[in-house]
C-alpha cells in the first residue's frame, strides 16, 4: 500500500507552531499533548515528527531512530501520567479505524477504570 501525507493536517499545524497545543512531553522525534476532547482522566495523543499518516504507515517507513524515540515518549507519557494500575493505547486508522485526523497518534487512556474496549456504535 501507499501512504499518502496530508501536510495541512491540525496535528501536522501543532508541529509546526501555527496552533497551540498542551504539551506533557517532548523529544527529538514525538510530541505528547493532551486530547483537546478527553474521553478519561487521562488522555494524550502521542505523534510522531515525521510526516506518517497512520501506525501502519509509521511501522513501515519510520526509521529505527524514529520508532524508539517514540516509544521512548510513550515510556515518558506513562510516568508522568502516573498510570500505574492501567492505561489503553489506541491508534484509529482510516476509515474504518474511524481515524479523524491523518497523521499517526497514539492514544493513551487512563487514570479510571475504562469501558468495554469497542462500545456498541
Ligand atoms: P482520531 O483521529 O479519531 O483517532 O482522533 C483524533 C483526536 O484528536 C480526537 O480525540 C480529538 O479530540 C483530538 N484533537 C483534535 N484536534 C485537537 C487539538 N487541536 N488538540 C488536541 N487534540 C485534538
Not at 515518558?76 to 501520567?81: A, L, N, P, Q
Amino acid at each position: 500500500m501507499t501512504f499518502d501525507y496530508d501536510p495541512t493536517n491540525i496535528f501536522a499545524r501543532i508541529l509546526r507552531g501555527e496552533i497551540p497545543n498542551r504539551t506533557v512531553f517532548e523529544n527529538d522525534h514525538a510530541l505528547a499533548f493532551e486530547d483537546i476532547n478527553p474521553q478519561a482522566p487521562v488522555h494524550v495523543l502521542v505523534i510522531p515528527k515525521g510526516p506518517y499518516m497512520s501506525l501502519d504507515h509509521f511501522a513501515a517507513e519510520a526509521s529505527a531512530e524514529e520508532q524508539a524515540g517514540f516509544m521512548a515518549a510513550v515510556a515518558e507519557v506513562c510516568r508522568i501520567t502516573n498510570v500505574g494500575e492501567g492505561f489503553r493505547a489506541i491508534a484509529n486508522t482510516r476509515t474504518h479505524g474511524r481515524q479523524e485526523v491523518p497523521h499517526y497518534h497514539l492514544h493513551i487512556l487512563g487514570g479510571a477504570q475504562l469501558g468495554a474496549m469497542l462500545p456498541p456504535g
